[in-house]
DNA sequence: CATTGACTAGACCGACCGGTCAACTATACT
DNA sequence: AGTATAGTTGACCGGTCGGTCTAGTCAATG
């Protein structure tokens, strides 16, 4: 069955790796595949074009972010509202680590490549919006949670969880235009202010 | 002197409009000059290289932006607090102006350019940062003076500007990635309440 | 009128881009 | 064993990219 060893996810981590680091434009098909050991009619075999391996690699990425950093800062155990402190310093430690191996912040992927290819392609637009949404979920839960535990006075979960999510992508756009991820920790905690009234 | 008619400002013009539009890598010289009626001996005339012309943008639009945006937004004679109103109507009829020309939310030249570019070349980097610098130096003045009137309870006026500023570029962000310029209406008001105490 | 120098014109260049293709190999099923 | 099929190889393609270069225009100077 198995007969592909893991070409075609080599060529998705490695094409993640490097459009994250970089960008989506600067970085060929030859490189990624140089870098993932692969050559180019395999990686032809696998993706129909770059277009598609950028979809591809949203997917895969938006797994990974909803299994891993998503789900670990949005741990249930912990009292809602400390869910997201927790979230602040998984996105600094992360931004930081990257930062002290490639030596530049590289951000937030999606949000990179948001800005970059959402007014040339509307499916990819679509695709990351759909990322956003998934995640604003996690913000929207999190604040109901705390509304139901008193932790936090009535609001528009929807709203502001939209905003926490905005506040969040803009610290880590900022934090990449000094290259700085320790914005992210001076700008974290007024994450947990926001407020969007219900209206009427 | 003034031998140049306006050669070097309408190529300066037409690429910021296509950058803004699109993004700089998929905008080529040759598409530029055209645009501009100009050709490409002229072009390399005026900018020594494609990388030089992005400076050029970024300073014209930084002074544009400081005169006529940011000035408006930031008047003077509004009531400190109102001048984020202000602000944020601003963003968004911007916004939808241009939505409603090109069909697609374009967001602010100045993130998309940190995303795309700011991992690949450092000077454009920290031209970008200054740029934000600047603005974020308006929202401090402000933020200044509403303590001052007492509007506001004193609180560290630098990490609540730059926390307000990135706030707004991430809901242009979040915007952009719906297409939904309306987004910046629903998130706006919530920049008011961004604060960042004093520490110890 | 000659010279200068800013500006224009556009053919041209090598490099590289995304993508194609025909030939080949390794495995899986009959 | 035979054959279909998934996967691999790397040469190859047309087009476009940023950038160069030479020839020439034109207005201001002497």
Known sequence: MNSTPDT????????????????????????????????????????????????????????????????????????????????????????????????RMPGCLFGNLVLELSTRDDVLRAKLSAVFDKTRLRFEETLQQAVETGALAPLDTNLTAQAMLAYLEGMILLAKSRNEPELIQHLGPAIKGIRIELSH
Chains 1, 2 share one sequence.
Request: glycine share 4%; proline share 3%; charged share 25%.
């Open 8 to 103: 075609r996810q080599r060529i998705l981590s490695t094409a993640r790796e490097l459009f994250h680091a970089n960008n989506y434009a600067d970085i060929g098909i030859k490189q990624i595949c140089d870098a993932a050991q692969v050559q180019k009619g395999s990686f032809y075999h696998f993706f129909p074009s770059k277009r598609d391996l950028a979809l591809a690699v949203i997917e895969d990425m938006a797994d990974d972010w909803a299994h891993g950093f998503v789900h670990e800062a949005f741990d249930q155990a912990l009292p809602p509202m400390e869910r997201l402190d927790y979230l602040i310093d998984a996105a600094y430690y992360w931004q930081k680590a990257a930062k002290d191996i490639e030596g």
